[in-house]
C-alpha cells in the first residue's frame, strides 16, 4: 500500500511538473478529476488535494470543488440581461455571475462541486429587459462529470433553470424567441439563445437577436 501510494505520488507530480498549473486547469479536460487551478504542489496544499511528504506520501481528498466549469453568457443584444434563478444539484458558485449583463457585455463564472459522484448539475433562469417593461425568459443549464466525459450545456425559452438543464446535451444547442419583439429603432426581431460546451476550455452561452421570416 505504501508502494503504490508513492508510486501515484510520483505520477501525479509528473504530471504537474510537465503541465503546470494552467495546463492541467485548462488544457487537459480529459484530467477533470485533477482539473482545479492549482497554484502550488510538491508537498503543498492547494486546491482540492493536499500531498503529504510525511510520515509517508498519501493522497487526501478535501472538501474543496473536485469538479470545475467555467460559464461565459455573452449578450449581444441591444437590452440588459438579469438573472432571476439558480438551481443546483449538486454544485456551487466559485464565484457569482455579475449582472445586470449590459449590451455587447459579457459576465463569466466558475461553478464547482465537492461531490465525487454527481458533479455539477443546474442550470440559471435570465430575463431580457426589454423596453417598455417588455421581458423575454430563456434558461440556461450546464453538467459536468467527475470523471472523464464531455461537459454538457443547453438553453431553453423558459423562466425555469431546470428547463435549462433538461436541454443540455455534449453538442449544445439554439432556440428562437416565440414571440416577436421590437429593438431600439421599432424593427420586428426575434431574441435567440445558443449554448456550446468546452467552447474554448469553457462553457459560452450567447444571447442575440434575429430578424423575423
Known amino acids: 500500500m505504501q508502494a503504490e501510494s508513492s508510486i501515484i505520488e510520483s505520477a501525479l507530480l509528473g504530471i504537474l511538473d510537465s503541465l503546470g498549473s494552467t495546463g492541467i486547469r485548462n488544457a487537459h479536460p480529459e484530467l477533470r478529476f ?3 487551478s492549482f497554484e502550488q504542489y510538491k508537498g503543498h496544499t492547494f486546491r482540492g488535494l493536499h500531498l503529504q511528504q510525511s ?6 481528498l478535501s472538501p474543496t470543488p473536485v469538479s470545475w466549469m467555467i460559464v461565459t453568457v455573452r449578450n449581444d443584444t441591444p437590452f440588459p440581461i438579469v438573472l432571476d434563478s439558480t438551481l443546483f444539484h449538486p454544485g456551487k458558485y466559485v464565484t457569482e455571475p455579475v449582472t445586470p449583463i449590459l449590451p455587447e457585455q459579457s ?6 462541486s465537492s461531490n465525487i459522484g454527481g458533479g455539477i448539475n443546474g442550470g440559471n433562469a435570465w430575463i431580457v429587459e426589454l423596453d417598455n417593461g417588455v421581458t423575454w425568459s430563456f434558461a440556461t443549464g450546464w453538467i459536468a462529470t467527475v470523471f472523464p466525459g464531455p461537459n454538457k450545456a443547453g438553453v431553453a425559452e423558459s423562466s425555469d ?6 436541454a443540455a446535451t455534449p453538442e449544445g444547442n439554439s432556440i428562437i424567441s416565440t414571440d416577436t419583439f421590437q429593438d ?11 449554448a456550446t460546451p468546452n ?3 469553457e462553457t459560452l452561452f450567447v444571447v442575440g ?3 423575423p421570416n
Open 209 to 211: 437577436t434575429a430578424t
Open 107 to 112: 459576465t463569466t463564472y466558475e461553478l464547482g
Open 199 to 201: 467552447m474554448e476550455f
Open 34 to 36: 485533477w482539473r482545479l
Open 184 to 194: 431600439k429603432d421599432g424593427q420586428d426581431i426575434k431574441l435567440t439563445a445558443s
Open 55 to 60: 510520515p509517508k506520501p498519501s493522497l487526501i
Open 161 to 166: 433553470p431546470q428547463a435549462g438543464n433538461s
